[in-house]
């Protein structure tokens, strides 16, 4: 036995517990709103934890991940690959990006979950069929606007009142899939109002795109609240994956 096997089974138990705690907020949040615990997915966001952490999730039954750094991420699929060929995590894009990195992050993400801008829409509807034709992806790309909470544009995220017509943009697009809205409570703001005005802008969103019914929303510290206004997927890294700096490229 080498001395790696017991820190490894450390960690996989670390994880484990992890997860399940997480999973009883979630279940136990859904039953104080009302909802059914099936109606919320859980994203555990990645970044700057090695693939390894991802592994052993991945063996423990989670297969949705969140990555903010479109190089760090493509790094990680692919050691991800190698560690346990076979599996089909989801990726999900939850940070800002650039539209010169879109043709890779098509390679690798099943959902985008921060357009916020016509012109990164478009680099990014122009990118899938250049992926699909090389064969790195089967499909069209799901993705998320970015809805503005505070409208500090350092964070990202599109103005209210412009989220009709991106959305409209979106939907005419031939590599896209319009599936719903993201966003992030305000730092040092009221997480209730917050997601409270997320939950109007998405009703909206419905009524003209009715397919767009996924709200992401709620990260370690305000989850629960989140899904008291109608979040349907949370993003969770701290509480599943502590502080652990990444480990591998």
């Known amino acids: 036995m080498t001395a790696a096997h017991?820190?490894?089974?450390d960690r996989r138990a670390e994880l484990a517990a992890a997860l399940e705690t997480?999973?009883?907020?979630?279940?136990?949040?859904?039953?104080?709103?009302g909802r059914s615990a099936d109606e919320v997915e859980l994203v555990a966001v990645t970044k700057t934890r090695p693939a390894s952490d991802v592994a052993l999730l991945v063996d423990l039954g989670q297969l949705a991940f969140g990555e903010n750094r479109p190089q760090e991420a493509a790094a990680k699929v692919a050691e991800l690959t190698e560690l346990r060929a076979g599996c089909t995590p989801r990726w999900h894009l939850?940070?800002?990006l650039q539209r010169n990195k879109a043709r890779s992050v098509a390679a690798w993400a099943a959902r985008?979950?921060?357009?916020?801008?016509?012109?990164?829409?478009?680099?990014?509807?122009?990118a899938v069929p250049r992926a699909v034709d090389s064969g790195e992806r089967a499909g069209p790309l799901s993705v998320l606007i970015q809805l503005s909470l505070d409208g500090d544009p350092a964070r990202g995220g599109v103005p209210a009142g412009q989220l009709a017509e991106l959305a409209d943009?979106?939907?005419?697009?031939?590599?896209?899939?319009?599936?719903?809205?993201?966003?992030?409570?305000?730092?040092?703001?009221?997480?209730?109002?917050?997601?409270?005005?997320?939950?109007?802008?998405?009703?909206r969103l419905r009524n003209s795109h009715p397919g767009a019914r996924v709200v992401s929303a709620g990260m370690t510290a305000d989850f629960e609240r989140a899904i008291r206004y109608g979040s349907t997927c949370v993003r969770v890294g701290a509480a599943l994956l502590g502080d652990r700096p990444l480990a591998s490229p």
């Open 169 to 203: 943009r979106i939907a005419g697009s031939g590599g896209l899939v319009l599936h719903g809205l993201m966003a992030v409570a305000p730092l040092g703001g009221d997480p209730d109002r917050a997601f409270a005005a997320l939950q109007e802008a998405a009703g």
């Open 112 to 126: 985008v979950e921060s357009v916020d801008s016509a012109r990164l829409a478009d680099a990014l509807d122009a």
């Open 6 to 9: 017991p820190v490894r089974r």
């Open 94 to 96: 939850v940070g800002s």
């Open 22 to 33: 997480v999973r009883g907020r979630v279940a136990a949040a859904c039953t104080a709103a």
